[in-house]
């Protein structure tokens, strides 16, 4: 049951494009989160900002109001639900995914 709902998460993060997953990302990094997350949120957010910054020109120039990404609030709201081993094994595969995404953008 309990891995039921991290790959039903999951399975939703593969849909998401680069932008959304470091959206979401620096969401669950957000010292307003409701994460318990064991990787250190600062340093997390800060490189996700600093991506999607050289990726999204808009977001260079404004603030973010996730209220026009209900997607993004309802993964998190499904993230929220869920113990804070299973917060750390969807958020340690966006954050893999993450780099694996940039680092082959980067190459080809």
Do not use: W
């Not at 997350?37 to 997390?44: A, D, H, I, S």
């Not at 026009?68 to 958020?91: G, H």
């Amino acid at each position: 049951m309990n891995d039921e709902k991290v790959n039903y998460v999951i399975d939703m993060i593969k849909d998401m494009d680069i932008e959304n997953k470091l959206r979401l990302a620096i969401c669950m990094c957000d010292d307003y989160s409701h994460t318990n997350l064991r990787y250190g949120k600062k340093e997390m957010y800060k490189l996700f900002d600093k991506m999607l910054k050289e990726i999204n020109k808009e977001y260079r120039t404004t603030t973010i109001n996730f209220a026009n990404y209900p997607y993004i609030i309802f993964v998190s709201a499904k993230i929220m639900e869920m113990s804070s081993t299973q917060q750390n094994k969807v958020a340690l595969y966006l954050f893999n995914m993450i780099n694996f995404e940039i680092k082959n953008c980067k190459t080809t």
